[in-house]
Structure formats: C-alpha cells, structure tokens
C-alpha cells in the first residue's frame, strides 16, 4: 500500500525569519536545498549580485537556522555551483559552514553531473543538458556540487536506497556485505539530467532550479522516509517538495520569498495529489 502523503507547510517570506518563527529546534531530519549563489542570476524578486561580505555574512545566519533546527542525526543537501567568475564558490561557503564556523561536518561530496560524453560505438555520444559557454579558454560545466553536511560527521545512510545493480552478478553470491541482494553503492557521481522542456516559461518557470530527481535522491539515500521531516529554506518553484511527496516523507517545511514562485510549487504539488497549506511568514 502507497504511504500517505505528507503534510506540506510553504511560507512565503525570508527563511531566517520563518526558521525562527515556525520551526523548532532540532525537529528536520533532512534538509535538502539550494541558494542563491550571487552571481548576478535574475530572480523575480532576490537581487543576486549582493556585496561578497554581506553575502557571505548572510550565509551564516541561514545556516546557522538550519544547524539549530536539524537533528543530531540529521543530513543537509547542500547544492551550490561555481562559475566563470566565481569558480571557488562551492569551496568558500563550505570552508565557512565547515571551519570557521564549525556548524556542520563534512561527510560526502557529491558531483551532480547534468551532462556527460559517454563512449558508444567506437565514437563519443553526449547526453544531457548544460548551458552551453561560448569560449577559447573555458570548457562547458556540466556539474555542480551537493555537500552532504551533517552535524557530527557519522549520520548513517541507506546506500542501497539509491544503489545500482551489479554488472557482475557474481559478486552478489562472492561478497558477504552484498546480503545476496543485487544492488550496490553507486557512489558519488549521480548522473541526473534536466527534462526536456519546450516552452521554458509555462514547463519551467524559474532560472535556477534543480531536478525533483536529485532531491529525491538525497531524500532516500538518508532513509527512514516515512519518519522524516524534511525542509527546504529556498523553494523556489518546489522541486524538493515534489521529492518529498514522491519519498513519501512525514512532513515538509518551505520557505520561497517570491510569492509567484511559491504559487506555483503548490500548485505543482497540487497536480501529484498534496493540499499544501499557505501562509506568510
Ligand atoms: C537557486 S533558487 C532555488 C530553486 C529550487 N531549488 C527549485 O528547484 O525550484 C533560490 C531561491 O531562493 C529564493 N530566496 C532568496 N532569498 C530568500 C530568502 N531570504 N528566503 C527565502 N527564499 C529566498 C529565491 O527567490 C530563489 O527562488
């Protein structure tokens, strides 16, 4: 039988506040997420080109939010990428979060790649999708990064969760550690395309977004679904909240300060079957 669907809280205002003010203390299991990243992207209402101190000084309060109201053995998902004029971004806020500010450990790095060449038939075949840049000295990134932060560094995983089956299925019977199942760890390079859209506006309406995919997959790769309680601080149009309700979670927190962005992750969630609830922060 189909577990229940989750109870869905969206704000819409500042997370900091709404952390404060409607989440308790150490009550998310995981915290699957992504930023702005101050590179001058256009949102609909955050200005992304803010002073680098003042941005980095804000990272701090949002993730000093997010340590206080996480468990012990909680999991954050912390997606961020580089970029031609910023490519030691990733490294810097995680160096911050990390060792200056002691907030969180460092316990996986995962590469989420969007596009790859694979070999095929004595030739190379691309597959994916990437913004293409237009260039003599920079090749294309077709990757960003998910830093798997955790509050003492030994939250435990489901690696089968999100596991691949052997091409050997002789290693099912060799090795003890398989417990004769046909999966295993797929490590920490996760191929994860965006889908194909037509019309960006009506199928994708925001510049910055991840797959519902990659966040379900961080979802059930920290396990114990049913029990979880999982927040996303920076919405968006939603892509965690549909791999919340796809992963069967307890409950899922929201926070998106642009109202039209936020409209439309309910409404989206609405299409898969959740009556999410409202409110400003
Ligand atoms: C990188 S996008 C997240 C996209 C999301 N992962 C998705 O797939 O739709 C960052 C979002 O943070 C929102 N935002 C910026 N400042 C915020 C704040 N103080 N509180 C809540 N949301 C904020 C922006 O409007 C933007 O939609």
């Given amino acids: 039988m189909k577990k229940r669907m989750p109870e869905f809280r969206l704000f819409w205002g500042d997370c900091v506040t709404g952390l404060q003010r409607h989440v308790g203390p150490a009550s998310i299991n995981i915290c699957v997420t992504s930023p702005p990243y101050n590179l001058g992207v256009r949102y609909r209402s955050y200005a992304d080109a803010r002073d680098w101190d003042e941005y980095l000084n804000w990272t701090d309060s949002w993730t000093s939010q997010i340590r206080h109201v996480m468990k012990e053995d909680g999991s954050l998902f912390l997606n961020v990428s580089g970029s031609l004029r910023s490519p030691l971004l990733p ?40 913004k293409p840049i237009k260039s003599d000295r920079f090749v294309n990134d077709c990757h960003e990064y998910v830093f798997h932060l955790t509050p003492n560094g030994n939250t435990r995983l489901d690696r089968k969760a999100v596991g691949v089956p052997y091409s050997d299925k002789s290693n099912i019977t060799r090795w003890s550690h398989t417990n004769g199942d046909d999966l295993k760890c797929k490590g920490n390079t996760w191929f994860i395309p965006y889908k194909t859209i037509m019309n960006r506006a009506k199928d994708r309406p925001h510049p910055a977004t991840f797959p519902t995919e990659l966040a379900a997959q961080c979802i059930r790769l920290h396990g114990k679904n049913g029990k979880s309680s999982v927040l996303d601080p920076f919405l968006g149009i939603g892509h965690a909240a549909l791999a919340a309700a796809e992963s069967r979670v307890a409950k899922f927190v929201g926070f998106e300060i642009d109202g039209e962005y936020l409209r439309v992750a309910g409404e989206e969630l609405k299409t898969v079957g959740a009556t999410p609830q409202i409110r400003k922060v």
């Fill in 91 to 130: 490294h810097l806020l995680v160096d911050r979060i990390v060792n200056r500010r002691k907030l969180f450990r460092l316990q996986n790095t995962i590469h989420w790649i969007k596009s790859i060449a694979v070999p095929e038939k004595g030739s190379e075949r691309q597959i994916g999708h990437y």
